[in-house]
């Protein structure tokens, strides 16, 4: 399975893409599995990869939530403002 993953703000800067392209062997894979393919991927990321959320076509989705072919999945770090 093929998913492509949305990376926002701090994410995108320090990966150097806004998209990462992960591949699985199985056809089944869930939010979890895709933060572990991160951080294997962007190790220095992992502490924000992390915090992040996880939103699954647009909807925040908990680390069990299982992603379909063609879901849209992004990455959306912590916001800090003053």
Not at 3 to 27: C, P, R
Not at 66 to 82: F, H, K, N, R, Y
Request: hydrophobic share 50%; glycine share 6%.
């Amino acid at each position: 399975m093929n998913i492509q993953v949305l990376l926002f703000a701090g994410l995108a800067e320090t990966a150097g893409a806004s998209k990462i392209s992960l591949s699985f062997a199985d056809e089944q894979v869930n939010v979890q599995a895709v933060r572990n393919e991160l951080k294997n991927l962007l190790p220095n990321l992992e502490d924000l990869i992390e915090k992040s959320m996880v939103a699954v076509n647009q909807d925040y989705a908990a680390n069990d939530f299982v992603i379909s072919v063609g879901d849209e999945v992004a990455l959306i770090p912590p916001v800090s403002g003053g």
